[in-house]
């Protein structure tokens, strides 16, 4: 079997390559080891930027997003017994988020590949890379596929990065000492907007899916287990972070998903080897408190698509060269951002009164200067395509 471009992974990196690849004619196949069921009730990401968002609708699978997606012009940051909107209207007009959750685009993006006849294939067992550096081909399962190019799109804990020779990949990472405890609820928000809010007892996000769906993450210990977290507790403990202004009520229901997501910050450097190409998970994780994981995901996809446009129809292989250097730039920013958003808004243990201290005086400086309010805005939006 013979394929242009083999990815790994139908999380929303790979199906949205092999999609935008589609639209210019490339060929591609897609190996998930998942079922479909399982990868499109998988419960992530929610925040889309507006470059997020344009691609999307670009390329024709934002019919639904634009009709059930909730855009957003503002988020609330509560802390100190008040709430401080940060209004992006006015901080970066015309930009804003929708929320929508990485499970729908995953839904939307499938179902487009399999109109199309696609060849996108699940519950495939042991995938692994061969021949990296002249003809690659990819084998699974007892079958062959020759490519001309691999896009690893296998996420954080797949086999494409770990199949780069020893020595080539310069790693950054950072774990935190917490993770994210995230549920689904059937309520609806008690909020229009995202509320951000930072307490003695922890950070806590109030986020929502639908006008009857709502979404939350607290903060937990790093060794934190779901067991030990009952409806009533995880319910208990919402209230004492988000009710803290006059006038806030939590509503609470019943509780569908829930999940623990550690904390931390990776980047394998070059982003490629040979004839692999990775992107999203694959190459770099952020905390997830700057919402940016799936929209670098999309937009390492886009570099990676006009360098494969380039390389298969034009024979330019200037842009594939460059790939990783041209990634790298956004995915850094991405990592700052991220960091600082999580350092602003977490209780760390370690912290002595004075640095909580030094976090409250950030966080009064971004919810009053136009400046510093500014910085969160644009990046929250994103800093375009
Ligand atoms: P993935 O979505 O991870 O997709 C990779 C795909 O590859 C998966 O379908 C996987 O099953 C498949 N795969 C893995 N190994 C193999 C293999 N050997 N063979 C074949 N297929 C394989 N970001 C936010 O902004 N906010 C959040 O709240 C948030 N929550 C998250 C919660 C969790 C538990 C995780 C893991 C991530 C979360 N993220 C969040 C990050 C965001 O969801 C990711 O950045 C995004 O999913 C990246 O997309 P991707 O396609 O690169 O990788
Ligand atoms: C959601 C996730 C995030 O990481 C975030 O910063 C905001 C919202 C969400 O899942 O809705």
Same mark, same amino acid.
């Given at each position: 079997m013979r394929t242009q471009v083999g990815i790994i992974g139908a999380g929303p990196a790979g199906l949205l390559l092999s999609h935008l690849l589609h639209l210019r004619g490339i060929s591609s196949v897609v190996l998930e080891k998942r079922g479909r069921e399982y990868v499109e009730r998988r419960v992530r990401a929610g925040v889309?930027?507006? %470059?997020? $968002?344009?691609?999307? +609708? /670009?390329?024709?699978?934002?019919?639904?997003?634009?009709? @059930?997606?909730?855009?957003?012009? !503002?988020?609330?940051?509560?802390?100190?017994?008040?709430?401080?909107?940060?209004?992006?209207?006015?901080?970066?007009?015309?930009?804003?988020?929708?929320?929508?959750g990485q499970q729908e685009?995953?839904?939307?993006?499938?179902?487009?590949?399999?109109?199309?006849? %696609?060849? $996108?294939?699940?519950? +495939? /067992?042991?995938?692994?890379?061969?021949?990296?550096?002249? @003809?690659?081909?990819?084998?699974? !399962?007892?079958?062959?596929?020759?490519?001309?190019?691999?896009?690893g799109c296998d996420g954080f804990h797949g086999v494409s990065r770990p199949s780069i020779p020893e020595g080539v990949l310069s790693v950054f990472e950072r774990e935190y000492p917490f993770a994210w405890l995230g549920i689904l609820a059937r309520v609806a928000p008690s909020s229009e907007e995202l509320i951000y809010t930072r307490t003695e007892r922890g950070f806590a996000l109030h986020s929502m899916r639908s006008p009857t769906v709502s979404r939350f993450y607290l903060q937990v210990p790093a060794d934190a287990r779901l067991e030990d977290w009952p409806g009533e507790r995880i319910w208990a403990e919402l209230k004492a972070r988000l009710e803290t202004v006059p006038g806030f009520t939590l509503a609470t229901g019943e509780i569908t998903e829930r999940g623990i997501t550690p904390m931390r910050a990776f980047v394998a450097e070059p982003m490629q080897y040979g004839r692999l190409y990775l992107a999203g998970d694959a190459a770099h994780i952020v905390p997830p408190t700057g919402a940016k994981?799936?929209?670098?995901?999309?937009?390492?996809?886009?570099?990676?698509?006009?360098?494969?446009?380039?390389?298969?129809?034009?024979?330019?292989?200037?842009?594939?060269?460059?790939?990783?250097?041209?990634?790298?730039?956004?995915?850094?920013?991405?990592?700052?951002?991220?960091?600082?958003?999580?350092?602003?808004?977490?209780?760390?243990?370690?912290?002595?009164?004075?640095?909580?201290?030094?976090?409250?005086?950030?966080?009064?400086?971004?919810?009053?200067?136009?400046?510093?309010?500014?910085?969160?805005?644009?990046?929250?939006?994103?800093?375009?395509?």
């Open positions: 889309l930027e507006q %470059g997020t $968002v344009d691609t999307l +609708v /670009e390329a024709g699978v934002g019919e639904r997003m634009l009709r @059930e997606g909730l855009p957003h012009h !503002g988020i609330e940051l509560r802390y100190g017994g008040a709430g401080h909107r940060i209004p992006f209207e006015k901080l970066v007009p015309g930009r804003a988020i929708t929320v929508y685009v995953v839904k939307d993006l499938i179902a487009a590949r399999l109109a199309a006849g %696609g060849d $996108v294939r699940f519950e +495939v /067992e042991d995938v692994a890379v061969h021949s990296l550096e002249s @003809e690659p081909y990819l084998t699974f !399962g007892g079958e062959r596929l020759d490519c001309d190019v691999i896009a994981g799936l929209n670098l995901a999309v937009a390492d996809v886009r570099v990676l698509t006009d360098a494969l446009v380039a390389y298969f129809l034009d024979g330019s292989a200037e842009l594939l060269d460059g790939y990783s250097q041209a990634c790298l730039k956004r995915v850094w920013r991405a990592q700052h951002f991220s960091w600082w958003m999580t350092t602003l808004l977490h209780t760390f243990e370690e912290d002595d009164p004075y640095a909580r201290r030094l976090q409250l005086s950030y966080l009064d400086y971004v919810t009053s200067s136009e400046a510093a309010a500014t910085t969160l805005a644009e990046n929250y939006v994103g800093l375009g395509r």
